[in-house]
């Protein structure tokens, strides 16, 4: 008898054993078997106030954004996602990871994977950075930069498991230091950071001031490492993008607007104070070419390094006439297109999003405007 229990127990084991291999074996050649192996993308999406900028319950986000969601944005004719996360959405106050936020992550990808989508995973928020406080503690406490280093040691152990032709990693979200060097050196520990670990994984670069094109001489590029995509922000005009955007400086405005041209006349803002105006005058008249012209040093030093040149953030606010709106995404893409700039317009579902996030109707005019060509 015992004989014949031992010889079970010995059985067990080794079928369970037999299976977790079999699973172990199959899970990863889902995870390596993809289309194609270098990380290219083209057109995608940014999957805003999921796991950043968001106070949602388990419930609630499970809710919000599902596998079902990444098979409609494939099937729009998207290549990608940028999938921005928060600190304070990832970790606690100690700095434990949030088990149920971190497997919505690995989700993520993996419903991306099955739907043949790239992955950009791109730490918006920091507790010691927010783009638009006027003080961020990041660039002056050696801790808290030792801190930010730690929390991307930390995502490149997480996901180091994926391919590099599934997710790549973008740094911080729109920095805003006190000066460019602030940054370049920060970003450059981090760099060394991840590369300890993954030598060959795509990192996604920004400028200083919030990412902006008018910075771009300034950032410091790492040399002879072509596992790199240079990234900028594009809401040019601001007073036309944020049109009456509750949470912009310049939302107060409710009169008339317009693109092309020069967005607001001057007969527009008499009713406005001086400090009022002082937000909203600009006289310059936009155009496709002004785009141009406005992105080509960005242009130029994506060209001299051979790095893709990717726009991670774009968008107009729906309070815009919507013809003039139109137009302006029009030529915006095709900016894009003819520069060959990678692209994620800003966003799903959010306040610019392709998708109502009352109606879930889908905004089939602008789908049509942003694929165009591509």
Not at 207 to 217: G, I, L, P, R, Y
Not at 247 to 261: L, Q, R
């Amino acid at each position: 008898m015992i004989y014949i229990n031992s010889f079970f127990k010995i059985l067990i084991i080794s079928v369970l054993m037999h299976l977790t291999f079999c699973f172990k074996n199959n899970n990863q050649d889902n995870l390596t078997t993809i289309s194609k192996p270098d990380f290219t993308v083209k057109r995608g999406v940014n999957i805003s106030h999921w796991l950043s900028q968001s106070n949602k319950n388990e419930e609630e986000r499970l809710n919000y954004f599902s596998e079902e969601d990444m098979k409609l944005i494939a099937s729009l004719g998207y290549d990608h996602i940028r999938l921005p996360i928060d600190e304070k959405n990832m970790w606690d106050e100690n700095g434990i990871k949030d088990t149920l936020a971190f497997q919505s992550l690995h989700s993520a990808i993996y419903w991306a994977k099955n739907n043949d989508l790239r992955v950009i995973v791109d730490l918006h928020i920091v507790r010691a950075h927010y783009f638009n406080n006027e003080y961020n503690p990041l660039w002056d406490d050696v801790t808290e930069q030792q801190k930010f280093v730690n929390l991307w040691r930390q995502l490149s152990l997480e996901l180091k498991k994926y391919p590099n032709g599934l997710i790549a990693y973008e740094i911080l979200n729109e920095p805003v230091a006190n000066n460019a060097k602030d940054w370049n050196d920060l970003l450059s520990e981090t760099i060394k950071e991840i590369r300890l670990n993954e030598p060959f994984r795509t990192i996604v670069l920004g400028s200083n001031k919030w990412q902006s094109v008018d910075t771009f001489q300034n950032l410091k590029i790492p040399e002879e490492d072509s596992n790199i995509i240079l990234s900028f922000h594009f809401y040019s005009p601001h007073v036309f993008t944020h049109y009456k955007a509750p949470w912009s400086k310049i939302g107060f405005y409710n009169g008339p607007i317009k693109y092309p041209g020069i967005s607001i006349n001057k007969e527009d803002l008499k009713e406005y104070t001086k400090e009022q105006i002082s937000l909203l005058e600009d006289n310059v008249s936009y155009s496709k070419d002004f785009f141009q012209d406005k992105m080509q040093s960005a242009i130029q030093i994506a060209k001299e390094y051979n790095l893709q040149l990717y726009c991670g953030e774009f968008g107009c606010f729906p309070s815009t006439p919507n013809k003039d709106r139109m137009q302006w995404y029009s030529d915006i893409i095709s900016v894009f297109n003819e520069n060959n700039i990678a692209w994620a317009n800003w966003d799903y579902q959010g306040g610019f999003g392709i998708i109502d996030s009352k109606t879930g109707v889908i905004n089939k005019e602008l789908i049509e405007v942003l694929i165009k060509d591509n």
